[in-house]
Every structure is written in C-alpha cells, then in structure tokens.
C-alpha cells in the first residue's frame, strides 16, 4: 500500500479537517521482518471531527483497521497522531 492509497483511504473514512502522510520507510531498511523496503513504515497526522468524544486507543484502532488491507500486504508500522480541530488548535 503506498502514500496515495493510505491518503485516499483516511480521506474517505475520516474526512480530516487536515491530513499529512510521510513514507518513513527508507528509515528502516532492512528492519527485522520486513524483507522489503517501499511502502512500510508511514508516519501520519490526521485531524478529524469524528474523533471528538474518541478515546485516543480507538482512533488508532480506527485508522488501523481502515487500513488492514495494507498491513495484510507489506505496510508494517504506522506512527499516528489523530486529533480532534480543537486539540489541534492548542
């Protein structure tokens, strides 16, 4: 799964208010389990209104699961950071 396919997917699912995706994989060539090297590791900072009144577990559990398509291909590791507008603003 790459950049573009993640960004469409969040964007569908989540309609942020503001959304970054950065392919971090080149930082963890040749990491233990990942015999690849593209498409692995994505750091991403979305903000949406649908997490308001969201434990933050359940955001993470959320884009997870909306990317499962991926993880069951090569993604490997997702560094998250879901906000609502009004946590981003602080």
Known sequence: MNK??????LK??????FLEVMDESHLHA????????ENTHFNITIISTQFIDMPLINRHRAINASLREGFDAQLHALKI????????DQ
């Open 4 to 9: 573009a396919r993640i960004e469409e997917i």
């Open 81 to 88: 950071t879901a906000k609502t507008p009004s946590e981003w």
């Open 12 to 17: 569908e699912n989540f309609q942020p208010t």
């Open 30 to 37: 040749h990491h233990r389990g990942t015999p690849h090297t």
